[in-house]
């Protein structure tokens, strides 16, 4: 009933397939690649993620997301926040709230940002204020951070 | 004589007899109908454009949608069984009308989900983004009604409107156990069909049986990351549902422009019959006229 193309399809998932959905709402940059390794900055660190890794969930904090192909390149993407999900069957999904190739961020105004939101701490009054030019900070400085 | 007579006994019996139209009243008629056809060809071509914008907005929010409720699907998570959870539903639509039967879907939808839920003893909340579907819902289901979101449909949907929803719905308080947003996935240009995509809340999930496999989750990584797949699902909702809305207004606004043509058309017809009758009419009396005098 089965016949030899499901047992054959049963030997071939030996290595589970490490595929890679990594987009932002409007931009898919990744859809099921097929990729060797992804390093994230999440909120309890920067890890690695390769074939087989364990599943979990984790948010993303302000970082560089790292892509290694197949063929040995790397891509580099700055991220503002998200989630990463690794399931059982070795499928990652890198949700990005934004994303950027490190290339279309330019230092000279992350800087300028920075010093902005920076000063801009002084002068915040509540909780919530002080929340929010927190995370410009964090986000800018990550930004600088990366493309030095 | 006889014949007279009998006339008068074989008068048909109407109760109100219409006059004929007169030729102004066909031209006025007429000129309403031209413009009501313009209208409705212009309002088709606004939809085609708002459509074409939309439909190429849909694909990566799309992937990215389906990518959310990876999770949901692979974990096969599910709300524990025969206990009596909460739940909420989301409907998206928008504020617009003159788009078919895209309100009214989501509205049965959520009826027809009310009412299961409510049979089965179940507590049920529902949330609508949308004018209209708040007008739908208030007059039968109006204690059901959590929040509303107005001006919606006027711009196409960000990220922002999504996550505003979401940061409301969870401020209210409501603790829910699972849910649904309900929406209007788009099929192609002619067709659509209400479709739901599931949601859950915290406990749900963290106490799920297949959760255990998934190393290194504390409560605070968990809570962010529902909150993040709640705006997630309803973005998704929202961007379909606006693909939908805008195919189905310009199918709406097509045929309603090519009702109107069909309407001038007879009623040009009409109006070169009623104005041939009118002169001849005027010819018999001048001709009656003129025999009577000579």
């Given at each position: ?148 | ?147 509303s979101c107005k001006e919606v449909g006027r711009k196409p949907p960000t990220f922002t409107d999504a996550s505003i929803v979401a940061t409301e719905l969870l401020n209210m308080g409501y603790e829910f156990d699972q849910g649904a947003v309900i929406y209007n996935r788009f099929r192609s240009v002619i067709s659509y069909k209400t479709d739901e995509k599931p949601i859950f809340s915290i406990d749900t999930v963290a106490n799920s049986e ?85």
């Amino acid at each position: 009933m089965f016949g030899k193309g499901f047992w054959w399809k049963i030997m071939k998932i030996g290595t589970p397939k490490f595929t890679l959905l990594f987009g932002m709402k409007n931009q898919v940059y990744f859809k099921e690649a097929s990729v060797k390794q992804v390093d994230v900055p999440t909120l309890t660190g920067a890890f690695g993620i390769l074939p087989a890794h364990v599943p979990t969930l984790q948010v993303l904090r302000p970082g560089v997301v790292t892509v290694f192909n197949d063929d040995g390149s790397a891509a580099k993407f700055f991220v503002s926040s998200g989630s990463i999900t690794v399931n059982a069957d070795s499928s990652v999904q890198l949700l990005a709230e934004e994303a950027f190739p490190l290339d279309q961020l330019d230092v000279a105004a992350a800087k300028a940002n920075l010093e902005k939101a920076q000063s801009e701490m002084a002068s915040a009054s509540d909780e919530a204020a002080r929340a929010e030019v927190q995370i410009n900070i964090d986000a800018n400085e990550a930004i600088v951070k990366a493309l030095e | 004589m006889f014949a007279r007579t009998s006339a008068l006994v074989f008068l048909p019996q109407c109760g109100q007899v219409r006059n004929m139209a007169t030729l102004k009243d066909i031209t006025i008629r007429l000129k309403s109908i031209k413009n009501i056809q313009k209208i409705t060809k212009s309002m088709k071509m606004v939809a085609a454009a708002k459509y074409a914008r939309a439909e190429r907005q849909l694909k990566p929010a799309r992937v990215y949608g389906n990518g959310a409720g990876a999770l949901y699907e692979k974990a096969e998570i599910k709300a524990p069984e025969g206990v009596a959870n909460k739940h909420l539903l989301i409907g998206v639509s928008s504020d617009r009308g003159l788009c078919g039967a895209v309100h009214s879907n989501v509205a049965k939808a959520i009826k027809a989900k009310i009412a299961n839920l409510t049979g089965e003893g179940k507590e049920v909340m529902v949330v609508n983004v949308g004018d209209k579907l708040r007008n739908i819902l208030q007059r039968t289901h109006g204690s059901y009604l959590l929040l509303s979101c107005k001006e919606v449909g006027r711009k196409p949907p960000t990220f922002t409107d999504a996550s505003i929803v979401a940061t409301e719905l969870l401020n209210m308080g409501y603790e829910f156990d699972q849910g649904a947003v309900i929406y209007n996935r788009f099929r192609s240009v002619i067709s659509y069909k209400t479709d739901e995509k599931p949601i859950f809340s915290i406990d749900t999930v963290a106490n799920s049986e297949n959760m255990g496999i998934y190393d290194d989750i504390d409560a605070d990584v968990l809570r962010n990351y529902q909150e993040f797949a709640l705006v997630n699902t309803i973005y998704f909702g929202l961007k379909e549902s606006t693909t939908s809305e805008q195919s189905a207004r310009m199918t709406a606004m097509d045929s309603a422009s090519k009702n109107a043509s069909e309407m001038i058309d007879k009623l040009t017809l009409t109006f070169n019959r009623t104005r041939q009758a009118v002169i001849t009419k005027e010819l018999i009396e001048i001709i009656s006229g003129a025999a009577a005098l000579t």
